[in-house]
């Protein structure tokens, strides 16, 4: 059987890639399509971008696409970053300017308030033949404004999980994998596996 992971987000392509290893799956993502053209997430949801990225990657390389789109969401800051997580501080932004960004827009509030945030995930998955199904999971913790920890991507140095007493980026990835989001929404999508393969 053989996937493409509809992404050329480096963290995310680990996660999954991670994730699958145990079963008996080629794994691709768009690293291995130079020449893909590329897909405009202009999706108001997280579902309308994982569906349309999904179906684009399915259609250009005929093979099952798997998308994730994903955020993060923060109460006091009435759920931004959201859908425009990976741009948040600009169109070219990268993870530490976003995570700097978070920050000023943190300090501005009234120190005690609620630091209650949400990583959202959405996995779609999608057959040449029509087949697809769409995952929706999420992931509770709260921010911290000193960023701790080196593994992970995106804003995972800031995303604190009380139960565990450490940030997202302090966990190893089978760890994170076990927990988070994208972990939670693969465990599903594994589940529905067998009826893509033939
Ligand atoms: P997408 O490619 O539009 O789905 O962007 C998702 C963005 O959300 C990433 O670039 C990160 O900024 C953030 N994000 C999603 N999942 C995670 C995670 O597991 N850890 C940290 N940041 C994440």
Redesign the pocket.
């Known amino acids: 059987m053989e996937i493409v992971i509809a992404?050329n987000?480096k963290?995310?392509i680990e996660e999954i890639k991670n994730y699958l290893s145990d079963k008996n799956i080629i794994v691709f993502s768009l690293e291995d399509y130079p020449d893909f053209p590329g897909i405009i997430?202009d999706g108001k949801t997280y579902f309308e971008?994982a569906f349309k990225k999904a179906h684009a990657v399915c259609q250009y390389t005929g093979k099952i696409a798997i998308a994730?789109?994903?955020?993060?969401e923060i109460e006091a800051l009435n759920k931004a970053p959201g859908v425009y997580?990976?741009r948040y501080a600009g169109p070219q932004a990268g993870?530490s300017d976003?995570i700097k960004k978070v920050l000023e827009e943190l300090k501005k509030l009234p120190q005690d308030i609620s630091k209650k945030a949400t990583?959202k995930?959405v996995i779609s998955i999608v057959h040449p033949n029509g087949n697809s199904d769409v995952i929706k999971e999420s992931c509770e913790g709260e921010m911290i404004l000193k960023p701790r920890g080196n593994n992970?991507?995106?804003?995972?140095p800031i995303?604190f999980i009380p139960l565990l007493n450490c940030t997202?980026a302090e966990l190893t990835l089978a760890k994170k994998n076990e927990i988070?989001?994208?972990g939670k929404a693969m465990k599903r999508l594994k589940e529905l596996l067998p009826k893509y393969i033939k």
């Open positions: 992404s987000n963290g995310k997430e971008n994730d789109d994903s955020g993060l997580s990976s993870a976003n990583f995930c992970g991507f995106g804003y995972d995303f997202m988070s989001h994208r």
